[in-house]
């Protein structure tokens, strides 16, 4: 006699089994994928040239055409380089990206003067965009340890030279020296050095070549910063 048949209850499909994508899983995973990709871009241009930034695309695509120079820092003046931390970052060694003391006399002073340092600067030049707005300045308080992280100090003044804006579409310490003075960077003097310091942070309000009373005045005071960051050893990240 055959056996009667069991009837089963049909299983209820599990969440598991779902054919919904898991999106706090695949959110995840790009997340993840996102990071390796920004650091294999860090890793990277730790030692290739920076092919170009946003800005400079930017100003080319306004202008036309810019003037750059890639220099690699070895070929690169000491004047030049101790001028430009004088000018713009005195405590460039000494800080790991973010220079507390800086931020704290920029707050006292009610917001008057700057407190970026280079490392800052670089990451805004090199991987953001100009202009004032809190999206750019979370990216850049994220990407400064960052940058810091892996690259070097040198490393870090090498990019800077070559990315700053020294003139309208002017971009790179070489490319300044030729427009300006008529010779390679390694061939500045002390006073020349100066000069370009001080046309920073308002490249295009400034000359180099033609500067105001007030360019001669801060050259004069960033030549005696550099004498005194030698002095006490604040450049011993970047000069022997």
């Keep these: ?20 994508p898991n999106w706090r899983k695949i959110l995840r995973w790009i997340g993840i994928g996102g990071l390796a990709c920004s650091i294999a871009v860090f890793i ?16 080319k695509s306004r202008l036309g055409s810019v003037y750059s120079e890639w220099m690699p820092i070895e070929e690169i003046s000491d004047t030049l380089k101790v001028t430009i931390v004088a000018a713009e970052d005195v405590n460039f060694c000494q800080h790991w990206g973010f220079d507390m003391s800086a931020i704290r006399a920029a707050i006292q002073d009610g917001g008057a ?21 809190w999206m750019r300045k979370t990216l850049e308080a994220f990407l400064t340890p960052v940058v810091e992280l892996f ?14 804006e020294f003139d309208e579409g002017v971009f790179g310490a070489e490319a300044a020296s ?15 050095a100066a000069r370009l310091a001080a046309i920073l942070p308002d490249p295009k309000g400034r000359s180099a070549s033609a500067p105001t009373q007030f360019v001669l005045d801060r050259a004069d005071n960033i030549q005696d910063g550099a004498v005194l960051i030698q002095k006490d050893q604040r450049s011993h990240c970047f000069m022997d």
């Design 151 to 164: 690259w070097s100090k040198e490393r870090i003044l090498e990019v800077y030279l070559n990315v700053a």
């Design 1 to 20: 006699m055959a056996k009667k048949a069991i009837k089963r209850a049909p299983q209820k499909k599990s969440k598991t089994g779902s054919n919904k």
């Design 44 to 59: 990277v241009f730790r030692f290739v040239p920076i092919p170009t930034t946003p800005y400079i695309l930017s100003e």
């Design 113 to 133: 003067r700057g407190a970026s340092t280079l490392t800052q600067q670089v990451v805004k030049n090199t991987f953001l965009w100009h202009g004032r707005s």
């Design 178 to 192: 030729l427009h300006y003075f008529g010779i390679s960077s390694d061939s500045l003097t002390l006073a020349e």
